[in-house]
T-cell receptor, first 112, second 114 residues
Framework: LAKTTQPISMDSYEGQEVNITCSHN???????ITWYQQFPSQGPRFIIQ???TKVTNEVASLFIPADRKSSTLSLPRVSLSDTAVYYC?????????????FGQGTTLQVKP | DTEVTQTPKHLVMGMTNKKSLKCEQH?????MYWYKQKAKKPPELMFV???????INESVPSRFSPECPNSSLLNLHLHALQPEDSALYLC?????????????FGSGTRLTVV
């Protein structure tokens, strides 16, 4: 699986838009980019997944440039409850290994 | 039912004890996973089951023994653990072992080995 690099931590304030960028320079042609969110003492929760350009759901947007060597998770108008660790994962979604490997993640702290 | 249920939520065991962690899902998922997570660290994959067969063992010590009795249940049997095995143990499931299918995680079992 391609290695990912994210900032260790980020701070934001309530109501702001937060963008977390993930670098994945050796992403392969068949790889998709997936983001998970984890609150303390809970399991990770799937947020969004994409292959190229832009994907949006009710929770977040995912921006992927043409070269796909990075991606940006965008959280609109964050609240205190968005304080969590966010993981970027890259892997071949057509593969059958089931090896979902987590990187170090980004700890987002939202302040009032 | 869109949840993965793990029991117990907390477990304290001695190094000579034998205990089991239980994981249950009723989403019809055919892949199930065990992860271990230490404080301030990302989850680490331990085992993958696909269609009730063990498909991946990430070189986990034999004191951890997984079992998949049926497509809805996943157990992790623990024996002769060490204090450094204290961690949050997470179970997850997915439709199949493909990353395209979102993985659903349980809330975990917080294990303390004394």
């Amino acid at each position: 699986l391609a290695k990912t690099t994210q900032p260790i931590s980020m701070d934001s304030y309530e109501g702001q838009e937060v963008n977390i960028t993930c670098s994945h320079n050796n992403i392969a042609t068949n790889d998709y980019i997936t983001w998970y969110q984890q609150f303390p003492s809970q399991g990770p929760r799937f947020i969004i997944q994409g292959y190229k350009t832009k994907v949006t759901n009710e929770v977040a947007s995912l921006f992927i440039p043409a070269d796909r060597k990075s991606s940006t998770l965008s959280l609109p108008r964050v609240s205190l409850s968005d304080t969590a660790v966010y993981y970027c994962l890259v892997g071949d979604t057509s593969g059958n290994t089931g090896k979902l490997i987590f990187g170090q993640g980004t700890t987002l702290q939202v302040k009032p | 039912d869109t949840e993965v249920t793990q029991t117990p939520k907390h477990l304290v065991m001695g190094m000579t004890n034998k205990k089991s962690l239980k994981c249950e899902q009723h989403m019809g998922h055919r892949a199930m996973y065990w992860y271990k997570q230490k404080a301030k660290k990302p989850p680490e994959l331990m085992f993958v089951y696909s269609y009730e067969k063990l498909s991946i063992n990430e070189s986990v010590p034999s004191r951890f023994s997984p079992e998949c009795p049926n497509s809805s249940l996943l157990n992790l049997h623990l024996h002769a653990l060490q204090p450094e095995d204290s961690a949050l143990y997470l179970c997850a499931s997915s439709q199949e072992t493909r990353l395209a299918y979102g993985y659903t995680f349980g809330s975990g079992t917080r294990l303390t080995v004394v």
